[in-house]
T-cell receptor
Framework: NAGVTQTPKFRILKIGQSMTLQCTQDMNHNYMYWYRQDPGMGLKLIYYSVGAGITDKGEVPNGYNVSRSTTEDFPLRLELAAPSQTSVYFCASSPGTGFNQPQHFGDGTRLSIL | AQKVTQAQTEISVVEKEDVTLDCVYETRDTTYYLFWYKQPPSGELVFLIR??????QNEISGRYSWNFQKSTSSFNFTITASQVVDSAVYFCALKGGYSTLTFGKGTMLLVSP
C-alpha cells in the first residue's frame, strides 16, 4: 500500500544549491503532478505529466525542472535554490483522464532555503 | 480563468457542534468537477469527494454531507456532530474544461473537546 512516495521529507538548502525531490508511485497512474503549498495558500501546480516522456508547465514553473522517464517516477529539480522556493512540495498522481480524477498525494517534502 | 473562494480562513467549534465550510467557485465551463480534500495536522492530503457539474444531488457520507448548488456556484461541506479528529485544513478545488485543478486557500477547522 505504498501509493505515492516522496523523498526526502525535510531538507535545508543554501541559496544557489541544487537538489532533486524524488517522487514515485506504484499505482500505474498515467498522470503525475508537483504542487507547492505556501502558508495560508492553496496548492499551486508547478508541473505535471500525462505519461512517460510527456511533461507540461503548471501555474508556477519558474525555477524548476521535471522529467518523466518511467510511469512510476517524476522527480522535481531545483537548479539554483532561492528563498522564494521555501515551501512544502507535494507530488500526486491520478489515473485515466487526469485532472477530473481524484488525486493521490504523497506526504510532502518540507524544503527551506537559507 | 477559474477561481475557488473559501472565505472562511479559520473556524473554531466545540465537539458535537455542526459546522459548514463554504466554497464558491467561478468557471465559464459547462462541464466541470468539484473536489474536497482534507489536510490533517500530519500534513498529507486526503481526497473526500468529487462532484461533476451535471450531478446536483446532495451527498451524505456518515457525518459528512455536501450541498452543491449551481445557481449560487457553491459546493458547501457540512460536518455533523464534529469530533476532535475532524480538526484539519479543508480544501475545495475545481477543474473546468481543459484547465488544471485550482485549489482554494483552505479553511482551517479547529474542533476542541
Amino acid at each position: 500500500n505504498a501509493g505515492v512516495t516522496q523523498t526526502p521529507k525535510f531538507r535545508i538548502l543554501k541559496i544557489g544549491q541544487s537538489m532533486t525531490l524524488q517522487c514515485t508511485q506504484d499505482m500505474n497512474h498515467n498522470y503525475m503532478y508537483w504542487y507547492r503549498q505556501d502558508p495560508g495558500m492553496g496548492l499551486k501546480l508547478i508541473y505535471y505529466s500525462v505519461g512517460a516522456g510527456i511533461t507540461d508547465k503548471g501555474e508556477v514553473p519558474n525555477g524548476y525542472n521535471v522529467s518523466r522517464s518511467t510511469t512510476e517516477d517524476f522527480p522535481l529539480r531545483l537548479e539554483l535554490a532561492a528563498p522564494s522556493q521555501t515551501s512544502v512540495y507535494f507530488c500526486a498522481s491520478s489515473p485515466g483522464t487526469g485532472f477530473n480524477q481524484p488525486q493521490h498525494f504523497g506526504d510532502g517534502t518540507r524544503l527551506s532555503i537559507l | 480563468a477559474q477561481k475557488v473562494t473559501q472565505a472562511q480562513t479559520e473556524i473554531s467549534v466545540v465537539e458535537k457542534e455542526d459546522v459548514t465550510l463554504d466554497c464558491v467557485y467561478e468557471t465559464r465551463d459547462t462541464t466541470y468537477y468539484l473536489f474536497w480534500y482534507k489536510q490533517p495536522p500530519s500534513g498529507e492530503l486526503v481526497f473526500l469527494i468529487r462532484r461533476n457539474s451535471f450531478d446536483e444531488q446532495n451527498e451524505i457520507s456518515g457525518r459528512y454531507s455536501w450541498n452543491f448548488q449551481k445557481s449560487t456556484s457553491s459546493f458547501n461541506f457540512t460536518i455533523t456532530a464534529s469530533q476532535v479528529v475532524d480538526s484539519a485544513v479543508y480544501f475545495c478545488a475545481l477543474k473546468g474544461g481543459y484547465s488544471t485543478l485550482t485549489f482554494g486557500k483552505g479553511t482551517m477547522l479547529l474542533v476542541s473537546p
